[in-house]
Nanobody
């Protein structure tokens, strides 16, 4: 059974940092691309970061140079480091075994057959 559990969200001030974690079970982490998505109130869920099976990373233009995705296969975990957080970064962050990240004119999309999501972790940005 596939399980995905995100954690690490909270209240941060603009300019601060936060590290989100995603622990998975039921599948082999390194065999799947993993993506972080966020959803602001009233907005569609958007992909912000992706790490593919070869550990190549992709970022949405809005978070490039501020966010960093990584994985630890031994811990079955994927992380998202958020630096220099901005008010526009607020929302619920989800991770999933899929990617959909638009970087410039290129859409980096991966899906290997597991349709599963966690419940997400809330990031609130306020001064």
């Amino acid at each position: 059974q596939v399980q995905i559990v995100e954690s690490g969200g909270g209240l941060v001030q603009p300019g601060e940092s936060l590290r989100l974690s995603c622990v998975v079970s039921g599948f082999t982490l390194g065999s799947y691309a993993m993506g972080w998505f966020r959803q602001a109130p009233g907005a569609k869920r958007e992909g912000v970061a992706c790490i593919n099976r070869e550990a190549i990373t992709y970022y949405a233009d809005s978070v490039k140079d501020r966010f960093a995705i990584s994985r630890d296969k031994a811990k079955n975990a994927v992380y998202l480091q958020l630096d220099t957080v901005q008010s526009e970064d607020a929302g619920v962050y989800f991770c999933a075994p899929r990617c959909s990240v638009r970087s410039g004119q290129t859409l980096h999309s991966y899906y290997h057959g597991i349709d599963a999501w966690g419940e997400g972790t809330q990031v609130t940005v306020s001064s």
